[in-house]
């Protein structure tokens, strides 16, 4: 089993930067894939973005792209979402996911297989 806590969301105003954090427990944590999701009150999860297990390949949700950067610490079993030039529309709690498999980037929550409990990032205008 594979813990995962994210950390480091608040209230940040439209045009801020925030960066949130994801921990994971492990020893084989530099073999997993990495996503985040986020979801807004009264609307589904969504993609947000995702990164192999090398950090050699990223995918965003066309929504950030240009704003937002995930990366990957295996050193510290940590990932990363910065998140620049923040709209109110970015407001959602953000969900961190494992993925075993940490060949590709996958958009899809069913190719998840543990989850965090979430962080809430909120922008106000």
């Known amino acids: 089993q594979v813990q995962v806590v994210e950390s480091g969301g608040g209230l940040v105003q439209a045009g801020g930067s925030l960066r949130i954090s994801c921990a994971a427990s492990?020893?084989?944590?530099?073999?997993?894939?990495m996503g985040w999701f986020r979801q807004a009150p009264g609307k589904e999860r969504e993609f947000v973005a995702a990164?192999?297990?090398?950090?050699?390949?990223?995918t965003y949700a066309d929504s950030v792209k240009g704003r937002f950067t995930i990366s990957r610490d295996n050193a510290k079993n940590t990932a990363y979402l910065q998140m620049n030039s923040l709209k109110p529309e970015d407001t959602a709690v953000y969900y961190c996911?494992?993925?075993?498999?940490?060949?590709?980037?996958?958009?899809?929550?069913?190719?998840?297989?543990?989850w965090g409990q979430g962080t809430q990032v909120t922008v106000s205008s």
């Open positions: 996911a494992v993925r075993r498999q940490g060949a590709g980037t996958p958009s899809q929550i069913a190719e998840y297989d543990y």
């Open positions: 990164i192999n297990w090398s950090g050699g390949k990223t």
């Open positions: 492990g020893r084989t944590f530099s073999s997993y894939a």
